[in-house]
């Protein structure tokens, strides 16, 4: 996977020393959905996209370095992920304003609801963190996601994801750019709708019929 890191941060002995951390990162024992094979559904998506970004280089080290940082605080973790893009890029010879850009967009996959309508970087990395939603990976994608929040009672948790599908559900579109919405628009809602209807009735007075 090496190569997929060094792509866009060049091979320098402190491009592939980052390379080696970000990946010892990305495989901490305590991550369910927030892994390695996450990071390349990331850039197998962004290869979908390719093409849609100003900046596709800053793209693609944002999608490296945005769940860097993961210890299950949302904003939290994206703001030190961005930190640590700002701390390590420089070393490995990335430009000052394209490191800024890389962690802008870091920040941005915090909410995913911040990208302004002429953003094209910040759509392609938010839509390629999001395709998850729209493949037929998605039923393992939410069944991770619980593990990671295996702390959490199941009655607060699906109060809480049904708020979260609800959320996503309700806006117009899901994904920004119109390459996104053809590959995993329809599905993605398919999906959610699907996940809303199976933690309904897992709840008390819920229907409970097979």
Known sequence: MIDDWTAPAGRSPASLATGAELIARWSEPHRRYHTLDH???????????????????????????????????????????????????????VPAERVAEVARLVRLTAAHDRVEPDDRDGAVLCDADLSVLGTSGYAAYAAA???????????????????????????????????????????????MTAELATLAAAQPGGDQTP
């Open 145 to 191: 996601v619980r593990k990671e929040y295996a702390h959490v009672p199941d009655d607060l948790f699906a109060e809480g994801r049904a708020q979260v599908l609800r959320r996503l559900l309700a806006t117009p579109r899901l994904f920004r750019t119109a390459r996104a919405r053809a590959l995993w628009e329809d599905r993605a809602r398919a999906n």
């Open 39 to 93: 990071l390349a559904a990331v850039l197998t998506a962004l290869d979908g996209l390719a093409g849609e970004a100003r900046d596709e280089t800053a793209v693609r080290l944002a999608a490296w370095f945005h769940d860097a940082v993961y210890d299950g605080r949302p904003g939290w973790d994206e703001e030190r992920s961005a930190q640590l893009a700002q701390a390590r890029l420089p070393r490995c010879g």
